[in-house]
């Protein structure tokens, strides 16, 4: 039977830094939780990206470019920003720094926690595999998140969706590498700004540019 017990949920200053690397790292063990009609889902993060918006080829905001999609990442850190990757995946960012700089991680990977049946429905899955929560679709669609939940306020209450720091977080190592999908973004395509948790089964199975 699955145990859950409720941790810390991360304050605003956690993500109101500026250095959208660390908190990437840091955001490693913690747990992303949702709570949509009644159905409580928890997902320990294994692999995160950072994206920032000053010099990063690879971000949406690069050269401070505001659109109707980054704006909310234009706002205060500590909000979630949802978008749809090939008109098909929703991948679930938390935004970071103070208002007017556009970072963001990318949450890649999760490790079922809690709520695992609800997790196989919405992927249509009969049984648990590594897979479930691989990959920012993968572990957007088993957590229920949609593009409609950017803007969401992790700090808030009666937000549906927030990270918590659990009571007990195991040991781990720290694995650095070059982020996916992101060939087009010249020089910063080999940043080393993807981060998982080393051997973990839970982590995707993509490949950066490097490797």
Known sequence: METYQPGTRL???????EDVVQISKELLGKHLVT????QLTVGRIVETEAYR????????????RLTPRTQIMFGPGGHAYV???YGIHHLFNVVTAPAGQAHAV???A????????TMLQRRKMSQLKTTLGAGPGSLSQAMGLRTHHTGLAFTDESSPVWIEEPQETPSFQVKTGTRVGIAFAEECAFWPWRFSIVGNPWVSKA?????
Do not use: M, T
Not at 11 to 17: H, I, T
Not at 35 to 38: K, L, N, R, S, T
Not at 53 to 62: L, N
């Open 110 to 117: 999760i490790e079922p926690i809690y709520g695992v049946e």
């Open 83 to 85: 978008y749809l990757c």
């Open 207 to 211: 490949k950066g540019i490097d490797e």
């Open 35 to 38: 709570c949509f009609d009644g």
């Open 11 to 17: 304050n605003e200053a956690f993500y109101l830094r």
């Open 106 to 108: 990318l949450v890649r």
């Open 53 to 64: 918006d000053s010099d990063d080829k690879a971000c949406h905001a690069y050269g401070q």
